[in-house]
């Protein structure tokens, strides 16, 4: 089956503790992007890729940091430096030569800070 | 700047229509989704418009589009309790890396 998959699907983290959040894809999709949703809001774009080695600040990218070193995985690292980080967290993935530029959603991760 | 905006709640009875509506800033923008979100889970599409088009129907759904005043609806015919979710409104440019997503309608579907 392909589809976009992330990791884990709870995560829990200390203050001062860096996290990274899993997102895998196997639909050979070039881009990937990470969403931040927070509760009566749409999704916020942190970051996104358009190409291996690649990837480019979204609207609200402090405290955050990605790597796109494989076209399949686009991890998101959650850093000590991002203060108000509990939130659900979306990856989703587009063909950039596709008729439509449709993203597909991951299940997300939701991250809650104690 | 880019903009997508959406009233957040709608009630609507078992069997009756919904209407979910969304407006949108940029007239470049080529493409339009709508997305439904179940709680807990990511987005699915559900329907897409290209800009040059005014009417899709698929199955229960029907989008329309206003281009004059950028304005995109969503109707959900026979509307069932398992339609309840959050129905995300976004566009995109042609060429365009980002997509833009309105802050979602929640639909509740009353027995």
């Known amino acids: 089956d392909g589809g976009i998959t992330q990791s884990p699907k709870y995560l829990f983290r200390k203050e001062g503790q860096n996290v990274t959040l899993s997102c895998e894809q196997n639909l050979n999709h070039d881009a990937m992007y990470w969403y931040r949703q927070d509760p009566g809001q749409g999704l916020r774009l942190i970051y996104y890729s358009q190409i291996v080695n690649d990837f480019q600040k979204g609207d609200i990218a402090e405290g955050y940091s990605v790597s796109r070193e494989k076209k399949e995985s686009f991890p998101l690292t959650v850093t000590s430096a991002q203060k108000n980080p509990t939130a659900f967290y979306l990856c989703?993935?587009?063909?950039?030569?596709?008729?439509?530029?449709?993203?597909?959603f991951g299940p997300g991760t939701r991250l809650t800070v104690l | 700047g880019e903009d997508v905006e959406q009233s957040l709640f709608l009630s609507v009875r078992e069997g009756d229509s919904s209407v979910i509506n969304c407006t949108y800033t940029?007239?470049?923008?080529?493409?339009l989704y709508w997305y439904k979100q179940e709680p807990g889970a990511g987005l699915q599409l559900l329907t897409y418009?290209?800009?040059?088009?005014d009417m899709k129907q698929d199955q229960r759904l029907t989008v329309l589009l206003n281009k004059k005043d950028k304005h995109l609806s969503l109707r959900i015919a026979d509307t069932q309790t398992g339609d309840s979710a959050i129905y995300f409104c976004?566009?995109?440019?042609?060429?365009?890396?980002?997509?833009?997503f309105g802050a979602g309608t929640r639909l509740f579907v009353k027995a």
């Open positions: 940029d007239s470049s923008s080529t493409y």
């Open positions: 976004a566009e995109r440019n042609t060429g365009g890396f980002k997509t833009i």
């Open positions: 418009i290209f800009s040059n088009m």
């Open positions: 989703a993935s587009t063909s950039l030569a596709g008729s439509t530029d449709t993203q597909y």
